[in-house]
């Protein structure tokens, strides 16, 4: 059982570092939108801890055993955080514009490497006006 915390605490740890940190330089369009949020920590903890409950999954199956007070303890972490997260506990209005910031980089991320594809025009035109709408709205939220 030792070996088994060991390897959920390491796994959680490994995949809200991944969520938290990681998917945002591979998301973002710049890294200057790169931000910390109460949303984005709620969201990594509930990856991270599911994350958690598949390594009790794949120990249980190695070792032929069953884990109930991992799969009780992380579910209830997962439901905790989810309920949170939905909720934006605690997410005040300068949490919130991070929060959004971020994802809008993520969208002009995608649109601008949609655009540097080989389109058609109209698509190229509707995505070229989407991405104008998302930088105005960017600047709208950044002035909040």
């Known amino acids: 059982m030792k070996n088994l915390f060991i390897s959920v605490i390491f796994i ?10 990681i998917s945002s330089l591979i998301l973002s369009s710049n890294t200057i939108y790169i931000r910390n949020s109460l949303g984005k920590f709620y969201f990594s903890l509930i990856i991270a801890f599911i994350f958690g409950i598949l390594e009790v999954i794949i120990f249980d199956y190695i070792n032929n055993s069953f884990s109930l007070i991992y799969y009780l303890i992380l579910s209830m972490l997962i439901y905790f955080y989810y309920n949170f997260f939905k909720n934006q ?56």
């Open 89 to 144: 506990q605690y997410v005040d209005i300068s949490n919130y514009k991070e929060y959004i910031i971020e994802h809008i980089s993520h969208l002009l991320f995608v649109n601008d490497k949609i655009l540097e594809n080989d389109i058609e025009e109209k698509y190229k035109n509707r995505i070229t006006e989407l991405n104008n709408n998302i930088k105005n709205n960017l600047i709208l939220i950044e002035n909040i």
């Open 12 to 21: 959680i740890i490994a995949t809200f570092t991944i969520q938290y940190y």
